[in-house]
């Protein structure tokens, strides 16, 4: 692993800042207080208010939102928090719907400062569900002299983890973004890793630290963050959980 660090503060759900490059990058922002989201397919119920406000964050270079479409990864303070930064990228549908946002194609490279930023495959729960749940991405950080950070995005698909892999070769930070996320849109199949898929997406991702977030706050996730650590424990992999405290600072 390049020696340099990376810092990960939750603020919570998906929403992180990354301290990483001399740059700082917020995911997914959500910031609303706890409340209900009436929608076409199901109302969500986000359960607690985030770590930190959008004024607490201080100055951020870039935001990386995985899908514009679901309020538990962009609700109405994060939409609002966009126009404060110069740079967003997300997927191309994201950019056709929100002024200022730069769309990434699955493979594209977009680069900020010192870091080359490329936008991975990523599938919104089981084969098929583009159709209803609409297209997310995830995201490769690169720079020289520090780790690679894959950042999952709403990825249920292990095989994806694993062309990634294939593809990029070495990754040493995975934020992965866990919970089981379900609203019986299919059934018994999660919109996001749960604790057993983490787990099989942790071993496709070699020796690579994993950092779960979104796994706590909304009413949706089926898991809970006390479970996805029982099974990292059972599965021998806990040596490599680094599981965040909401507003805490965790240096990896």
Do not use: C
């Not at 919970?179 to 996001?192: E, H, I, K, P, S």
């Not at 099974?231 to 965790?250: K, N, T």
């Amino acid at each position: 692993m390049a020696s340099a660090e990376m810092t990960l503060t939750l603020v919570g759900g998906p929403t992180a800042i990354l301290d990483y490059a001399g740059l700082r990058i917020l995911t997914d922002p959500t910031f609303d207080e706890p409340g209900d989201y009436p929608g076409a397919g199901a109302t969500l119920h986000k359960l607690t208010g985030p770590a930190l406000s959008p004024d607490q964050l201080g100055p951020v270079d870039l935001v990386l939102l995985s899908h514009d479409q679901h309020f538990d990864n962009l609700d109405h303070s994060g939409r609002d928090f966009l126009g404060r930064v110069d740079t967003v990228l997300s997927t191309t549908e994201a950019a056709g719907r929100i002024e200022g946002v730069t769309g990434l194609t699955t493979w594209q490279t977009s680069t900020v400062g010192s870091m080359e930023v490329t936008g991975l495959p990523a599938r919104h729960g089981p084969e098929g569900a583009e159709r209803l749940s609409g297209p997310v991405t995830g995201f490769l950080l690169r720079a020289p002299g520090h780790p690679t950070i894959y950042v999952s995005g709403d990825n249920a698909s292990v095989d994806l983890v694993a062309e990634i892999v294939s593809r990029v070769g070495t990754i040493d930070i995975a934020v992965l973004f866990t919970g089981g996320a379900n609203v019986g849109r299919f059934g018994d199949d999660d919109l996001t890793l749960n604790a057993r898929t983490a787990v099989e997406a942790a071993r496709a991702l070699g020796s690579a630290t994993i950092v779960p977030v979104h796994a706590e706050g909304w009413h949706h996730f089926s898991e809970t963050r006390e479970r996805l650590i029982r099974e990292f424990g059972y599965a021998g992999l806990s040596d490599r959980l680094r599981v965040p405290v909401a507003g805490e600072p965790l240096v990896l």
